[in-house]
């Protein structure tokens, strides 16, 4: 009767019906097909992802603050200048500066934060962005441009990339 069972075969941690030879390369537990993630360091269990995730996540609220201010406040300021001398009305110097001055403000707020990702920071700072952007054409008196939509739209997109979690 015991000779039935085979010693070395091996199941997942998580489905016992399911056989497997394949281990988390963190914790060693066995996991099936399934239960595996494809990682940049190999197979591992979702456990141990996830574990990794909330270490990687090491930003704070007041994180989140400090990029959202940084980010709203540049963007208010660069926005104002821009309608105010009529800059960010032509929609190509718009992508330009966007691209430059965003581009500087979305680094400028991620030093700011010692290069910390928050779960929220991409979304907080685009958030600042929008209302920093329309808040600074708002008070240029030129809130309905295109060359406004797509200066606000670039930084917004560039803070939220610097700040995103791949
Ligand atoms: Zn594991
Ligand atoms: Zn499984």
Redo the contacts with the bound molecule.
């Keep these: 009767m015991s000779d039935m069972t085979d010693e070395s075969m091996t199941y997942?941690a998580?489905?016992p019906d399911?056989e497997t030879g394949l281990r988390c390369n963190k914790c060693g537990r066995y996991?099936?097909a399934?239960?595996a993630v494809s990682t940049s360091v190999g197979y591992r269990c979702r456990e141990c992802v996830r574990q990794v995730d909330d270490k990687f996540f090491t930003g704070t609220g007041n994180d989140n603050l400090i990029a959202g201010a940084v980010v709203g406040g540049g963007a208010g300021v660069l926005v104002f200048l821009g309608a105010l001398t009529g800059i960010a009305l032509f929609w190509l110097a718009a992508f330009f500066i966007g691209i430059i001055a965003g581009g500087a403000l979305a680094e400028a707020a991620f030093r700011a934060v010692q290069k910390r990702r928050g779960r929220y920071t991409p979304i907080v700072v685009a958030v600042a962005a929008l209302v920093g952007g329309f808040g600074g054409a708002f008070l240029a008196g030129r809130p309905f441009a295109i060359g406004i939509f797509v200066l606000i739209g670039i930084i917004a997109v560039l803070a939220y990339r610097r700040f995103e979690y791949k």
């Design positions: 997942c998580v489905h399911r996991m099936c399934q239960c």
